[in-house]
């Protein structure tokens, strides 16, 4: 068996003593019948996460945590497989699924090494999971190896400028100023944290996305709708009417 890289260990401590505090927004989330994405729950209609037709499609969520968004497919028809680094996260995930009556399988894993045969899934999606906290030159070569030829890839994440502006402080909101070097900005360490991020640049998304056999659907750029609210202190709704706080990318394995 081969051993984890050390982002997969130190995200796997960080997400297992994360995991209690993160089961309330869970819950809320398996009660939501109609996709909200990231930290502003912006409607499915605004950002065309999911493909027009789940049903019958087989999916993977890759970092599904407390795998709300494999419920939303699983809803939707999709067979769903949810992957998860951390442990306590899937627990909650389980618990979920049987207040809610929803079986679908739940593996314990890095999502850059999936235990699954090649070109097993139609759809793959991260939702601030492995498209944050796993190497895009890892997982993203992986996603392209689960996808079948046509099969299609969302993730959503921060944005590059909101990182580029975001104080080291995980309570200080974003200012305008750029706080960091944008060269060099690809595995983010925050001082005082366990946690290991990527924030690629566009253009290594573009790379890597491409070398790995997709093609780039859409990069959309998420706004708020005036008056959202989110419980994370690291951004306010008016920064996040002004610049995208955070990027949904699409793209589509080469057939
Ligand atoms: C913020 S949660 C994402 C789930 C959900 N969409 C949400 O926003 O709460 C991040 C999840 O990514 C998982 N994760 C981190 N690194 C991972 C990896 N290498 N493979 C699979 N999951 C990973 C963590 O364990 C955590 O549950």
Partial sequence: MSELP??????????????RDYAVAGERHWRQESPGWGIWNVPEADLGMLPADLAGKDAIEL???????????????ARVVGIDNSEAQLATARRLQREHGLDFPLLHGNAETVPYPDASFDFAISEYGACLWADPKRWVPEA???????GRLSFLTNSQILMLCAPPEEDRAAGERLLRPAFGMYRVEWPGDPGVEFHPSHGDWIRILTGSGFEIEDLVEVRPPEGATTRYPFVTVEWARQWPSEEVWKARKRA
């Fill in 6 to 19: 050390d982002h997969v260990l130190r995200n796997r401590a960080h997400w297992d003593s994360l995991a």
């Fill in 63 to 77: 970092g599904c945590g407390t795998a709300y968004v494999s419920a939303w497919l699983a809803r939707r028809g």
């Fill in 144 to 150: 392209a190896r689960l996808l079948r030829p046509g």
